[in-house]
């Protein structure tokens, strides 16, 4: 029913560039909460990028603020993930997620948690960055 899906991962050079997608079937992100989060081998979850639809509001991970950038497609009921500058320690499995919800704060503050409460989750795609 509800169906988030990823794709867009691969293998990239450092310096490269890479565009994930999340699209939606069954669920709508308006006046949602939608995010991007990564994780390694023998590492917890990391939020990385996150997006309150109502507003446009985005949060970025120290770590990827000025390479990354989340942005929706409201047409196409999509968030996209553009990459750049990627650097070997953002090897991961990327996923997306979401949650309705009316507050903003509530979306920024999931950057620094591990286990945020979002409804759907997507199955993850591949990011490798190698030398």
């Known amino acids: 029913q509800v169906q988030l899906v990823e794709s867009g991962g691969g293998s990239v050079q450092a310096g490269g560039s890479l565009r994930l997608s999340c699209a939606a079937s069954?669920?709508?992100?308006?006046?949602?909460?939608v995010g991007w989060f990564r994780q390694s081998p023998g590492k917890e979850r990391e939020g990385v990028a996150v997006?309150?639809?109502?507003?446009?509001?985005?949060y970025y991970a120290d770590s990827v603020e000025g390479r990354f950038t989340i942005s929706e497609d409201n047409a196409k009921n999509t968030v996209y993930l553009q990459m750049n500058s990627l650097e070997l320690e953002d090897t991961a499995i990327y996923f997306c997620?979401?949650?309705?919800?009316?507050?903003?704060?509530?979306?920024?503050?999931?950057?620094?948690?591990?286990?945020?409460?979002?409804?759907?989750w997507g199955q993850g795609t591949q990011v490798t960055v190698s030398s």
């Open positions: 997620a979401a949650r309705n919800t009316y507050s903003s704060r509530w979306c920024s503050s999931v950057i620094g948690s591990t286990n945020p409460d979002f409804d759907h």
């Open positions: 997006m309150y639809t109502s507003g446009g509001m985005t």
């Open positions: 069954g669920y709508t992100f308006t006046r949602n909460c």
